[in-house]
């Protein structure tokens, strides 16, 4: 059996590239991406220091997995796994294509699914943010707890929203030029 290593690191919705580029590095230390949960939970295999590239596509819910899965095997990359995020890699001395999305509106696309993903739970969570915030005669202290513990996960879906339509914006004005 083989030896393995779990990791915990997150990584906010808007930093793919920041994780796909610390995948890469864990590969090029020897540990192996095996499969990756919600909570950021990474689980490697220990072996041989590889230079592999890593690169991930989000989809919440795919149609029609195998051909969706048949397309990156044919372009020669291999599927790790999911966790809403498709995670794929190659080695990096294949001298193909190194990214899964050649031109920017696939790209724009990607992004698209994650903003409206994220903005979904935004509108879903801000709108239980307006019920429970309202004022209660009985058990004032678990409205506060509430309405302490709903701040920070609204903020941070406003951010990942806000910086995801940044992310689109820039890629949109590179197809211009």
Known sequence: MKETVNKVKWFLPWQDQEEEAWLDKQSSSGLHLRKVNLFGKYTFDVGEPKEYIYRLDFHSEIK??????????????????????????????????????????SKIKKYERLRSYYGAFLLIYFSVFLVISGPRDTFPWLNLLLILAYIPLLAILGISVFKISNRIKTLRSSLQE
């Open 64 to 105: 029609d997995k195998e051909s969706y899965l048949g397309l990156y095997e044919d372009a020669g990359w291999e599927y790790i796994g999911e966790n809403s995020w498709q995670y794929f890699r190659k080695a990096s001395s294949d001298h193909s294509v190194t990214e899964i999305f050649t031109d920017n509106q």
